[in-house]
Structure formats: structure tokens, C-alpha cells
């Protein structure tokens, strides 16, 4: 059984920084590209962030380029989201999602963490 | 970037009804990469449909996807109570991934 655990989410200050991280099991990691998906509240869904199966591709959404790192460690099934100089906008439920099909950018997310809530308030 | 415009915005229907969702795209999308998701309140999205027409693992079959291009449909043929929900598109042959705004199936 898949299963995508975040965790590292809370309260952080305008332009502070915040490390996610996503447990992944019941797949092999390594062969499938991850992404983060966020939701800011009672909106809709954004992608954020994409990493291929061996981590040496990756890709992010305008609105998060320069400030956001994803990175992953095959070793340990774990995916990463460095959060810099983060704003009210990106304060969102931040979702841990799997590639469908393949290590590549171009999948569908078939299974999604439950969840994680990052605020950002002074 | 391709934008994906979803309606009706609310679909106010009974159970047993069928649902049909619309999701149009501004350009084509690449290959027919579109997935469609279900969310619950609080709870994160399921894929439903891959490819525009590829049902997912253990989705009922009352589930059906169609469409090629910019016009993609998701329809429902008889409402379950637990089908009322929002539901979302997802064009995923281009970068970037973009969603639409989401279509919400209330009870009437």
C-alpha cells in the first residue's frame, strides 16, 4: 500500500524559512518522479514543485522559483521542500504527491499525503 | 501556460442523477494528459481518471472520461452519496502542471 506521510508544517514569520518532508513507502521510490501540490485555504490547487526518480531533474512553478528547493533521498524514501523568504500567499495545505507513470515530469499524481498546513503570519 | 476553465462551477444534483463536468483548455493539451481528481472536504484529492479516459485503480466504473484537445468531460452516471464532492482537471502534458478551478457536485 502507498502511503505518503508530510510532515515539518507550522506557523513561520513573512520571510522566514520552513522545511517540509514527505515519508514515502509501499512503492520504490526511486523510480517515480514526486511533486508537491499546495492548496491555500478554500481555494483551489496549485503544483508547486517536481523532482524525477533520481533527482537530478528538477522543476518549479514561477511563483515559488529561486525561494524553494525540492530535493529527495532515495536512501531513506524521503522527500524534501526547502521553504525560503516565504509570503502570506504561499501559506497553504502543502500535499506530498507521487508521479503516476515513470521518473519524468509528465505524470499524473495517483496517490497524495494527507497534508500539511504551513502558515505564514507575522 | 495552459489554463484550464472548468463549469459549471456548482452542479446542484440528486443521488441517482448523472453528472457531467466540463473542463475546457486555452490550447491543446499534449497527448490527451489530463487527469481528473476528486476532493473531500478535508482530505487530500484521488485521482480518478488518467489520460482523459483511463479510469484509476479501484475507481467505479461509473466513472467515465472523454474528450481530446481543449474539451475534456467527466461524467457520473448514477450520483452516490459519497460522489458529492469537488472535482478537479489537471493538464499535466506541458509545463507548467496546471489545474482548473473546480466544479463542486452538491446535493439538491
Known amino acids: 500500500e502507498v502511503q505518503l506521510l508530510e510532515s515539518g508544517g507550522g506557523l513561520v514569520q513573512p520571510g522566514g524559512s520552513l522545511r517540509l518532508s514527505c515519508a514515502a513507502s509501499?512503492?520504490?521510490?526511486?523510480?517515480?518522479?514526486m511533486n508537491w501540490v499546495r492548496q491555500a485555504p478554500g481555494k483551489g490547487l496549485e503544483w508547486v514543485t517536481t523532482?524525477?526518480?533520481?533527482?537530478?531533474?528538477?522543476y518549479y512553478a514561477d511563483s515559488v522559483k529561486g525561494r524553494f528547493t525540492i530535493s529527495r533521498d532515495n536512501s531513506k524514501n524521503t522527500l524534501s521542500l526547502q521553504m525560503n523568504s516565504l509570503r502570506a500567499e504561499d501559506m497553504a495545505v502543502y500535499y506530498c504527491?507521487?508521479?503516476?507513470?515513470?521518473?519524468?515530469?509528465?505524470?499524473?499524481?495517483?496517490?497524495w499525503g494527507q497534508g500539511i498546513l504551513v502558515t505564514v503570519s507575522s | 501556460e495552459i489554463v484550464l476553465t472548468q463549469s459549471p462551477g456548482t452542479l446542484s444534483l440528486s443521488p441517482g442523477e448523472r453528472a457531467t463536468l466540463s473542463c475546457r483548455a486555452s490550447?491543446?493539451?499534449?497527448?490527451?494528459?489530463l487527469a481528473w481528481y476528486q476532493q473531500k472536504p478535508g482530505q487530500a484529492p484521488r485521482l480518478l481518471i488518467s489520460?482523459?479516459?483511463s479510469r484509476a485503480t479501484g475507481i467505479p466504473d461509473r466513472f467515465s472520461g472523454r474528450g481530446s484537445g481543449t474539451d475534456f468531460t467527466l461524467t457520473i452516471s448514477r450520483l452516490e452519496p459519497e460522489d458529492f464532492a469537488v472535482y478537479y482537471c489537471?493538464?499535466?502534458?506541458?509545463?507548467?502542471?496546471?489545474f482548473g478551478q473546480g466544479t463542486k457536485v452538491e446535493i439538491k
Open positions: 504527491a507521487k508521479g503516476g507513470v515513470g521518473s519524468g515530469y509528465y505524470n499524473c499524481f495517483d496517490y
Open positions: 509501499g512503492f520504490t521510490f526511486s523510480s517515480y518522479a
Open positions: 523532482i524525477s526518480g533520481s533527482g537530478g531533474d528538477t
Open positions: 490550447q491543446t493539451v499534449s497527448s490527451n494528459y
Open positions: 489520460f482523459a479516459s
Open positions: 489537471h493538464n499535466y502534458g506541458s509545463s507548467p502542471h496546471t
